[in-house]
């Protein structure tokens, strides 16, 4: 496993070089350039704060909290975002979901049938499904054996029709980050976009890489509300990158992609820090006690270093471990098909007592 001191930011402290050779404008599909947005009854006015009579987007006009079409742009989350991340407004794009995010990149970028993409396997499984709906090659780089990508095969991998280079870090469902100069070689070296998918970076002690947005105008972060910010249910992701480039994913979003109640729900919880860091420190510290307990049970071989807040262990027989917890009524993931993984089960961490009820369980097995 990669050692904890390469995971530092060497990049800090010197001079920031920015990428001076990179315009989005010519990764653009041509379809999208020449596109002309929907223009939502809430765009065609300007409000100057005083109070107004709405009679343009045939909503019905009795109040119930959610009778109005929501705010398109999300004002004022992105105002509360950009504050906590410290970027302009201008560089936020919020989804559907994290996936909704992935799945504008694709198309405002990818010509199907015609451009790749390159993803470093074991990860997320979605960046495949994403690229098949929208009929776009996958290059697949696997990662290094001790899960880092392998900078030298994904650059060789590279042709003039590559687009995109999905980095996940922490990855999905490896659970550890990538090493901070590999990616920036990555970043250094490939003329389409690096987006790195950061839905565990709050796990994490590595800083995010949103803060080298002013670096390389190729970056692209996206972020999810769904993980530490414990709200999967209200989908909710966010993509921090250059101006230019999310102007070019606003021109192709739906205008209403983020609901009413979503966006009042995702402000209430960014705006409760306290109680992110919270929960989040006491996963981290159920994920060690559950760490510990599952070096205890002989058919585990292996628990991979984890950045997240799941642990993957290499046990005898994933198959019939699996089948075994789910006979006594507990969910694992079994992540034994992706490359590099033969015989590994993803656990995420839960509550004090579910993981309790984890330990005791897989202690029944390891002695029956
Ligand atoms: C869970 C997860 C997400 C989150 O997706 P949402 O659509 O925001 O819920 C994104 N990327 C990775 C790698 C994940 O594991």
Redesign the pocket.
Request: hydrophobic share 25%; with cysteine.
């Given at each position: 496993m990669a050692d904890k001191g390469t995971d530092k930011f060497p990049l800090l402290g010197e001079r920031v070089r920015v990428r001076g050779d990179f315009n989005v404008q010519n990764l653009v599909r041509e379809n999208v350039k020449r596109l002309k947005p929907y223009s939502s009854a809430r765009d065609e006015y300007l409000s100057d704060g005083s109070v107004m009579v709405f009679l343009d987007a045939n909503e019905n006009p009795f109040d119930n909290g959610v009778n109005r079409y929501p705010d398109p742009h999300q004002r004022s989350v992105k105002h509360i975002l950009a504050e906590l991340k410290g970027v302009r407004e201008s560089q936020i794009l919020i989804g559907n979901?994290?996936?909704?995010v992935l799945d504008l990149l694709f198309r405002a970028f990818c010509e199907p049938k015609k451009d790749n993409v390159i993803t470093t396997p074991p990860?997320?499984g979605?960046y495949k499904v994403l690229a098949d709906i929208n009929e776009i090659k996958v290059e697949e780089v696997l990662l290094t054996d001790n899960f880092q990508p392998d900078v030298e095969n994904i650059l060789n991998a590279v042709d003039d029709e590559t687009k995109l280079i999905f980095i996940?870090s922490p990855?999905?469902p490896t659970a550890n980050s990538f090493e901070v100069g590999r990616v920036a070689k990555i970043l250094q070296k490939f003329n389409g976009l690096v987006v790195i998918?950061e839905?565990?970076i709050d796990f994490s002690e590595n800083e995010s890489w949103i803060s080298h947005l002013r670096e390389y105008p190729n970056l692209v972060v996206?972020q999810?509300?769904?993980?530490a910010y414990g709200m999967?249910g209200i989908?909710?992701?966010t993509c921090y990158a250059s101006k230019e480039t999310i102007d070019v994913l606003k021109k192709i979003k739906p205008p209403y992609n983020v609901n009413e109640l979503t966006q009042q729900r995702a402000k209430e919880g960014l705006l409760n820090q306290e109680q992110v860091k919270k929960q989040v420190k006491e996963i981290l510290d159920q994920r060690e006690l559950v760490r510990e307990a599952l070096l205890e049970i002989n058919f585990v071989r292996v628990v991979f270093p984890s950045d997240a807040n799941f642990l993957l262990a290499r046990v005898d027989d994933a198959e019939k471990r699996y089948n075994e917890l789910l006979q006594k009524g507990i969910v694992t993931r079994n992540r034994s098909k992706q490359p590099l993984c033969e015989n590994t089960l993803r656990f995420t961490i839960g509550t004090a007592e579910e993981n309790k009820t984890l330990i005791n369980t897989l202690k029944e097995l390891d002695h029956g």
């Open positions: 979901g994290s996936d909704e990860t997320y979605m996940c990855n999905n998918d839905a565990y996206t999810t509300l769904s993980k999967a989908r909710m992701g």
